[in-house]
């Protein structure tokens, strides 16, 4: 036994070798590298030069103010807009079944506990729905839905059409005189 300590001993003791700095120069092999990385580069401009050529600048139509441009652009889009019959927003659906006594219970059970909303039934073959406000925007539902989570349970945001409150279908515009 004393033996296998000692060739165990002998063995660990060849095996592990003093680690010395090598004093080759692994570093000194190293010390005239050099790489030109000139030509890869992107190349930019001086931004105080830049800075400078346009506060001298005297001419107000080299340099223009993008103000009116974005203000005509939100006019084009809020015209088309409002041109549109329909808009994509969300709601918050409380009920959706088959059963049509449970959808009047439903939007009962609305009218009493939360008599500041204004609910909605709508019917799709099969299907009833009662449907709780018109929001352009899922954070706005996500109010409404918060208070009423803890009385229907089973209440979601979905997204949903809405037809404009201003637009005129055709149709409801019969006495209205033809434009030349």
């Not at 680690?19 to 931004?47: C, H, K, M």
């Not at 030069?49 to 340099?63: F, L, R």
């Not at 009833?128 to 406000?133: A, E, L, P, S, T």
Request: hydrophobic share 35%; with cysteine.
């Amino acid at each position: 036994m004393r033996k296998i300590w000692i060739v165990g001993l002998f063995a660990l003791i060849c095996g592990c070798k003093i680690i010395r700095p090598s004093s080759d120069g692994g570093a000194v092999a190293y010390s005239s590298y050099q790489e030109d990385l000139s030509g890869s580069l992107p190349q930019f401009p001086d931004y105080r030069t830049a800075t400078v050529d346009v506060s001298s600048s005297s001419s107000p139509t080299s340099v223009r103010a993008v103000d009116t441009d974005l203000d005509e652009v939100q006019r084009r889009f809020a015209q088309k807009n409002r041109s549109e019959a329909h808009f994509n927003g969300y709601t918050v659906l409380v009920f959706s079944g088959i059963d049509r006594n449970q959808a009047f219970k439903t939007q009962d059970d609305l009218r009493i506990y939360f008599s500041d909303l204004t609910s909605e039934m709508q019917y799709e073959q099969p299907r009833y729905f009662v449907k709780v406000g018109q929001f352009t925007f899922k954070i706005e539902a996500q109010k409404v839905f918060s208070r009423l989570k803890g009385q229907f349970p089973s209440a979601r945001i979905i997204q949903d059409r809405f037809q404009r409150k201003e637009y005129m279908t055709p149709s409801s515009n019969q006495n209205a005189p033809i434009p030349d």
